[in-house]
């Protein structure tokens, strides 16, 4: 078997869905966001961050569907990323969620419903339904980087934060412990 011809991950899809918040409360406001590092500094602050209202400065990621309450059928928030065509100084993209705390402290597990699917084309590389991060409210739910030969891999996991979204959008690409 010949394992030098992978091309690696090319374009990938990260969707994040959830359940509206019972009838009278606040909206839960969940949100996709994506880090970017390079060669310099994998694991200190991001090149640039994609989130709501934004996408790459090359067009790269992009959040193609936002949600700020739940509602509706099927995927909540997707995020598109064009790994095959970013600029070989970035080595790392992280994907985190957080959840908007606007009506206070909130996390995945008060939040019914929850779930994050990565895949590439049909090919499902990961789902979970956030419940390892239920005390978190925020978390890292897909890393891609560059191996040894410059194709991009998916590294599967989820890890939780106690942030709030601007602290979380600084330290999502910390090296983890």
Partial sequence: MVSGLSKGLARVEVALRWDPSPLGAAAHDLD???G?????????????LVHFDSR????????????TDGRGLGDDEVMTLELDRLAPRYVRVVV?????????????????GTGVRVREGYA??????LSAAAGATAA????????AAGNWVF????RGFDADPATFA????????
């Fill in 96 to 112: 985190g969620v957080m959840i908007q705390q606007n009506a206070g402290r909130l996390t995945f597990g008060e939040v019914a």
């Fill in 140 to 147: 890292v739910v897909a890393e891609f980087a560059r191996d």
């Fill in 170 to 177: 600084r330290i999502l690409g910390t090296r983890p412990q």
């Fill in 124 to 129: 499902q590389l990961a789902s979970d339904d």
């Fill in 155 to 158: 590294r599967p996991g989820v």
């Fill in 36 to 48: 970017t590092f390079t060669a310099d500094d994998p694991y200190g602050d991001p090149a640039y």
């Fill in 32 to 34: 996709l966001i994506a």
């Fill in 56 to 67: 790459s400065p090359d067009g790269t990621i992009a959040l193609d569907r936002d949600s």
